[in-house]
């Protein structure tokens, strides 16, 4: 198994990890009802997918 010849800095090391960051996911508008939703996902809260309905909500 391979081993590093030298240490890596702490700098290189946080250079990499620099693009790590757990980005916040597409949010869109429900035309139905106007609550945010994650695209390409049905709206929980009505229940349209692409302006079907795909299921019905239980209130």
């Known amino acids: ?3 590093p010849k030298r240490k ?3 700098s290189r ?4 990890r620099g693009h790590d960051k757990v980005a916040m996911p597409q949010l869109a508008r429900d035309p139905e009802n106007g ?5 390409h996902t049905v709206s929980p809260e ?3 997918y692409r ?3 795909v299921f019905e909500v239980e209130d």
């Open 51 to 53: 302006g079907k309905k």
């Open 13 to 16: 090391t946080r250079t990499r």
């Open 8 to 10: 890596q800095s702490n």
């Open 1 to 3: 198994m391979a081993h």
């Open 46 to 48: 009505s229940g349209y």
């Open 35 to 39: 609550s945010w939703y994650i695209y």
